[in-house]
C-alpha cells in the first residue's frame, strides 16, 4: 500500500487553499438557478447565471471594498481580494473593469464546508482582521430552500488595536440584465440600458438592478438585486455615465474620501467628444460602522439574480441548430420568486431557519468519522447538482447535461448511462432523481421499450436517433429500485412500472441474439462505442436489472413475470460466470479481438461489475458469485491502479499526469491489448474511480478503497485544479457524484422505506461512528457505539429534518449481505 493505515484512517485535517490557488473557485446558487464563484483570493468570478455555461465570466466593476480609520486621522482603502496572482500576461493588461490596479490585501486563505465558504484576508499594514464569509442554503429534502438565486455574504472583520476604528464596506455590482455577451476586450455588453433603483422593504434596503426596455421574453431579460438588513448605510445607485475611466474615477476618489457614498454621481466638466452613455449600469452600496478596541462587527450583504427564460431546447455541441428556436421556457424558480428583489427578500425574512437548516446540513456532514478526504468528496463534489449541469423547468421535469464547455453546455439530455454512476441527487433530492426516472420512461421509452440515452423530447423534438444505450437503459431500472426503496412512494413506483418493465424485456429480443440471458448483440455503452459479444459490464446491469425486476413485479402483483426475471438472473448469471471468469476477473468473451474497433477482449475493466456495485447501493444483494465478485475486483485494484502516471503511455485525454496517481479504466495484465482498443482506456475518470472504492469497500477491501479516493483527492489541491470541478467530458461533470457510494458502503446503510426500515453496518470505526444519513423522508446523524468487552452496539438517530416516525432503525448486523 502507498499510504499507511494512519494516512488512511486518521486524514481529518480540513484543506484550506492559499491566494495562489488560482483553480480553487466555490460555487454560489441553487439549485437550477446558476452560479457565481468565490476564488480563493476572494474574489467573485466565473458569473454564470445567464443560463448556460459561463466559465470566466467577469461582471465588470463588480468587486468588494473597505475603507477604514483610526484616530490618527489617515484613511486607508483596500479591495477585498488578495493580490493578483502571476504571470500578468494580457494583450492590454487588466482592464478597468477588473479594477486590478486598486490596491488589495497582501495574502488570502480560503476554506470550505458546504454549503459554506470562507476567506481570511491579511495584510500587515492594517490593523484589521478580515474574514468573508459566503453561503447559499441548503438544505436536503428541500428543494424551494436549496433552490435559491441568490447567496449571503458576510465580512467579518476585527479591530486588532486599543482605538476605535471607522470601517465601511461597500459592495459593487453592474447591472447585467439584458446581458449580450463579450467583447473583444472581455467587456460584457448590454441589449438596453439597465434601471438601477433605490428599494425598502421592512428592513431590507438596497439596489434592484432591471431593464425595463427589455422584451419580457428574451433571453436575458431579468433582475439583480444588491441589498442588506444592517441600518447605517449609504448607496450610489448609478456611477457616474462618462467615458472612458470616468465611472471608476469617480466611485473611487468619492468611496476613499470618506468611506461614504454620494447618492449622485455629477460629473460638472466639459464634455470629451470620446464621452459616451454606456448602457452598463453600475450600483454600489455601503455599510457603515465603528469597531472598537479589539471588538469585531459584521456585514452583511444578500445578492440575487433572476433570469427566467430558456431556449425550450438544449443548447449544447449536439444541436446547436436549434440555438435560435423562438419559443421560451421558465426555471423552476420562477414559480417562487418573480424577480431578484422577491428572491433577496424571501433570504432575508427567512435567514435565521434558512442559515439553521444549512447550518444543521454542515453539521451532520462534517462531523462524521469518516476520513477528511472523503468527506471532502462527498461535500465538493455536491456542487455539481448546483451548477450550470443541472437545471429544472417550470413544469418540474429536473434536467442535466454530463458536463459543460467553457461557455456552453456538453453532451445534452440526462445521458442514461453517465447519470448511471450518480448517486449523490438520488440520496439528498429524491424528488428531483423520480422526475429523470420519469423522463426516461415516460417520455424517452417508446411502447416496444427502446429508451433513447438522451432525453430530446422532453422539449417537443425529435427523438434521439442514435442505438440505444444498454448500460444506460437497463440502469434505469436498477436507479428505479432503488429510488423506490428509498421513497417507500408506491405511487412513484406505479406510475412508470409498465413503461419500465418494457425497458427491461427489451434487453431480451434486442441485446441477446440466442436467448441464453447473456446479452451479447451490439451493445453501446458509456464509452461512446459498442461492445461486441458477451461482457460484464454491461451483462452485470442486466442482471441487477433483473433482480429489482423481479422484486418491483413482486410488488405490483406481477408474479409471472417475478418468476421470469428470476429465473432469466440465474440462468444467464450461470452462463456468464462460465463464459467469462478467467480465474482472476471477469474478461470480454469475443474471438477476434481486433475484429471490431474499440474492444477490450481479455483486458481487466474497471467497469467490469458496475451492475454489482449499483446492486450493492441499491441493496440487491450479489449477483455473481461472492467470491468471483471480489477477486475481480481486486484484480482492478491490482492491475489498473498506478503509484504514478510517469511512465503511462496515454494518446488520449489526460486527466492525470506526471507523479500523479489514478485509477485507468482498463489493463491488459497479460498482454492481448487491441490493436484499437475502446477509445477511452487509458484515461482516469473520477466517477469509475469512485464507482471502484466503493465496491472495494463494499467487499471488505478498505484500505484499497479508500487508497483511491485519498489518491484522487491529492489530484484536486486547488493550484492544479479546481477541488470544487472534477472534470471529465466538461465541468462539474456528473459521473463525480458517484462519490456519494462512498458514504452507503462506509455506512453499510441500507434503506427499505416500503418496509418502513433502515439500518447500518459501519466498515470502519465500528466502536465509535457517526455519519450523515438520508431517507426520503429525513435526515439527520446516525451515531453508533460498540462496547469492546461485550461486544454489544448500541446506536442513535438525531434527526435534523423531517421524520423517521414509525421507521425501525437498526445497527445492522441483520441485513448483511448473504452470497449467492
Known amino acids: ?154 465580512y467579518r472583520v476585527k479591530n486588532e488595536t486599543g482605538n476605535a476604528r471607522e470601517v465601511s464596506i461597500a459592495a459593487s455590482l453592474a ?56 441600518t447605517e448605510i449609504s448607496m450610489k445607485p448609478t456611477w457616474l455615465l462618462g467615458g472612458w475611466f470616468d465611472c471608476i474615477h469617480n466611485f473611487w476618489d468619492d468611496f476613499a474620501q470618506d468611506g461614504r457614498l454620494e447618492e449622485k454621481a455629477e460629473n460638472k466638466a466639459v464634455p470629451s467628444k470620446f464621452d459616451h452613455v454606456p448602457n452598463l449600469r453600475i450600483g454600489s452600496l455601503a455599510i457603515h460602522k465603528t469597531i472598537e478596541p479589539h471588538a469585531e462587527e459584521t456585514f452583511t450583504f444578500i445578492l440575487a439574480w433572476h433570469f427566467p427564460n430558456r431556449p425550450k431546447t438544449w443548447m449544447g455541441h449536439i444541436c446547436p441548430a436549434d440555438n435560435n428556436k423562438p419559443e421560451r421556457v421558465k426555471n423552476y424558480y420562477t414559480l417562487y420568486w418573480e424577480n431578484a428583489w422577491e428572491a433577496a427578500y424571501y433570504l432575508y425574512s427567512g435567514l435565521d431557519r434558512l442559515e439553521k437548516g444549512s447550518l444543521d446540513f454542515r453539521r451532520a456532514l462534517f462531523t462524521s468519522t469518516l476520513p477528511g478526504y472523503v468527506i471532502e468528496a462527498l461535500a465538493d463534489n455536491i456542487t455539481v447538482i448546483r451548477s450550470t449541469t443541472c437545471f429544472r423547468l417550470s413544469t418540474g421535469e429536473f434536467l442535466a447535461w454530463e458536463g459543460g464547455f467553457n461557455r456552453r453546455g456538453c453532451c445534452e439530455g440526462n445521458c442514461t448511462h453517465v447519470w448511471n454512476y450518480a448517486q449523490t441527487l438520488a440520496f439528498l433530492f429524491p424528488e428531483l432523481e423520480q422526475s429523470m426516472r420519469k423522463t426516461e420512461f415516460l417520455v424517452e421509452t417508446d411502447d416496444d421499450g427502446n429508451m433513447a440515452f438522451r432525453a430530446m423530447q422532453v422539449f417537443g423534438d425529435p427523438k434521439w436517433d442514435m442505438l440505444p444505450a444498454a448500460d444506460g437503459q437497463l440502469g434505469s431500472v436498477i436507479r428505479l429500485y432503488r429510488d423506490w426503496k428509498f421513497s417507500g412512494d408506491d405511487s412513484f413506483l406505479k406510475l412508470v412500472w409498465k413503461k419500465a418493465q418494457k425497458a427491461l424485456e427489451f434487453a431480451f429480443g434486442y441485446w441477446d441474439s440466442d436467448g441464453d440471458s447473456v446479452l451479447d448483440s451490439r451493445q453501446h455503452n458509456t464509452y461512446d462505442i459498442e461492445f461486441y459479444g458477451p461482457n460484464s459490464l454491461t451483462n452485470s446491469i442486466f442482471f441487477a436489472a433483473l433482480k429489482a425486476g423481479a422484486r418491483m413485479a413482486e410488488h405490483m402483483g406481477d408474479h409471472a413475470a417475478a418468476e421470469r426475471y428470476r429465473k432469466a438472473l440465474k440462468k444467464g448469471a450461470d452462463s456468464l460466470d462460465k463464459l467469462l471468469w478467467n480465474g482472476e476477473y471477469y474478461a470480454q468473451s469475443i474471438e477476434d479481438v481486433n475484429q471490431y474497433k474499440y474492444q477490450y477482449g481479455n483486458g481487466c475493466l474497471s467497469d467490469q461489475l458496475l451492475g454489482q456495485q449499483l446492486a450493492h447501493v441499491s441493496g440487491l444483494g450479489y449477483i455473481l458469485p461472492c467470491d468471483h465478485v471480489k477477486s475481480a475486483i481486486l484484480s482492478v485494484f491490482r492491475y489498473n491502479f498506478r503509484n504514478s502516471m510517469r511512465k503511462h503511455d496515454n494518446v488520449q485525454r489526460t486527466y492525470a499526469l506526471n507523479d500523479e496517481k489514478g485509477l485507468l479504466l482498463c489493463s491488459w495484465p497479460y498482454g492481448g491489448r487491441p490493436k484499437l482498443p475502446f477509445i477511452y482506456c487509458d484515461e482516469v475518470w473520477t466517477g469509475v474511480e469512485y464507482q471502484v472504492a466503493s465496491h472495494l469497500i463494499f467487499e471488505g477491501f478498505i484500505e484499497e478503497g479508500l487508497t483511491i479516493v485519498k489518491a484522487l483527492r491529492e489530484r484536486f489541491t486547488g493550484e492544479n485544479r479546481n477541488p470544487f470541478n472534477e472534470i471529465e467530458c466538461g465541468n462539474h461533470y456528473a459521473r463525480s457524484l458517484a462519490s456519494w457510494a462512498l458514504l452507503v458502503a462506509l455506512s453499510g446503510y441500507r434503506f427499505d422505506l416500503p418496509n418502513k426500515r433502515i439500518s447500518f453496518a459501519p466498515a470502519i470505526n465500528a466502536e465509535n461512528f457517526s455519519c450523515f444519513f438520508s431517507t426520503g423522508k429525513a435526515w439527520g446523524i446516525y451515531r453508533q457505539k460498540k462496547d469492546s468487552e461485550n461486544g454489544t452496539v448500541s446506536h442513535e438517530i438525531e434527526v435534523l429534518y423531517g421524520s423517521l416516525e414509525g421507521i425501525e432503525v437498526n445497527s445492522g448486523l441483520e441485513d448483511k449481505q448473504t452470497a449467492k
Open 1 to 154: 500500500m502507498i499510504y499507511s493505515k494512519e494516512e488512511l484512517f486518521t486524514d481529518n485535517q480540513q484543506r484550506t487553499y492559499p491566494a495562489s490557488a488560482d483553480a480553487c473557485k466555490f460555487l454560489l446558487g441553487g439549485i437550477g438557478t446558476g452560479n457565481v464563484s468565490v476564488g480563493s483570493r476572494g474574489q467573485l468570478c466565473d458569473w454564470e447565471i445567464f443560463n448556460t455555461q459561463g466559465k470566466g465570466n467577469i461582471l465588470p466593476y463588480t468587486f468588494f471594498s473597505l475603507w477604514t480609520r483610526g484616530d490618527d486621522g489617515k484613511p486607508a482603502t483596500r479591495v477585498l481580494e488578495a493580490e493578483l496572482n502571476k504571470p500578468y500576461e494580457r494583450s492590454h493588461g487588466y482592464l478597468s473593469a477588473e479594477v486590478g490596479g486598486l490596491p488589495r490585501f497582501s495574502s488570502a486563505r480560503l476554506k470550505a464546508e458546504y454549503p459554506f465558504v470562507s476567506v481570511e484576508l491579511e495584510d500587515e499594514a492594517l490593523p484589521l482582521s478580515v474574514t468573508m464569509e459566503a453561503f447559499t442554503p441548503f438544505i436536503p429534502l428541500n428543494y424551494k430552500d436549496s433552490g435559491l438565486p441568490a447567496a449571503v455574504l458576510r
Open 175 to 230: 447591472n447585467a440584465a439584458g446581458f449580450g455577451g463579450y467583447n473583444l476586450f472581455g467587456d460584457i455588453w448590454v441589449k438596453k440600458p439597465g434601471l438601477n433603483t433605490k428599494k425598502q422593504e421592512n428592513g431590507l434596503k438596497g439596489i434592484y438592478f432591471t431593464c425595463p426596455e427589455l422584451d419580457e421574453n428574451d433571453l436575458s431579460y431579468g433582475s439583480m438585486a444588491l441589498a442588506t438588513p444592517d
